[in-house]
């Protein structure tokens, strides 16, 4: 699309809107990244300062070798542990739970399982807050020992975000056609390998997009890493919050471990950019 049918589509009110739009949505980025090159005189003045005159690093050294910050902390590990442990649990948090999709997916749009109403349910249970659903999970894991482990955590985020990686691997699906299924059976192939040597390699872009809003939901999630863990693991959201203090928060510590929390999601999105440009347009365009 030309400059031009885009200017004349938009208007002048519809570019408004998007420079708004584009200010709320960067607007937090930008300020996590300037306030994690200030030194700490200037993380709560007024007016603001929103571009610091010299760059500062220190509030990076300081999350990366504990300097400077031991007097305040007690017993708290180093912020590469933390990044470990997320690591380990959102990468076979989200395996779990595209592997459960998949399956789901596959009975759900093929086979009707549960007829209408259990995808709509499906979905509804995984609304209900968290909380809801947290208390009776840290008893369960007190009786049989998963408090305070990856494998239990790691089930947890598997069994949260199953739901979503269902209904957008489902989606996919639909947009297949079963015909393709159908000749294929024809052809000497068995149902289960229909689905997996036939649709499956279609939709591998929407399993990239899936699984990287899954890896998100779990490279961010904070109450089950918060309640179901006691300090053995600690994930990065919760690692965070232990900047605030007796005396106030790190502000500028705490931006420089978000920043450094973001940097793989981007590469990671960057790795798969052409899987996820072709999962997030699957299905645009109508057969």
Known sequence: MSEEVLEEKLGISGWIVLV???????F??????STSIKPMGQWLTYPPVFIPEKIEVENYVNIFTGAALLTTFANVPMITDSIIDSAICSVFGTLFSIAIGILAAFGISRHRLGGEFFPVFLLAARMAPPIAAVIPLLI?????GLVDTYVGLILAYACFTSPYSTWMIASFIDEVPIELEQSAQVDGLSTIESHFKVTLPLIKGGLVATSLFVFILNWSEFLLALCLTHGEIITIPVQIRSFTVYSGVLYGPQSAFGVVAIIPLIIFSLIIQKHLVR?????????
């Open 20 to 26: 708004i739009g584009l200010i709320l949505t960067l």
């Open 28 to 33: 937090p980025l930008f300020w996590i990244i």
């Open 140 to 144: 369960l894991y007190s009786m049989i």
């Open 279 to 287: 999962g997030l347009t699957f299905g645009a365009v109508k057969r």
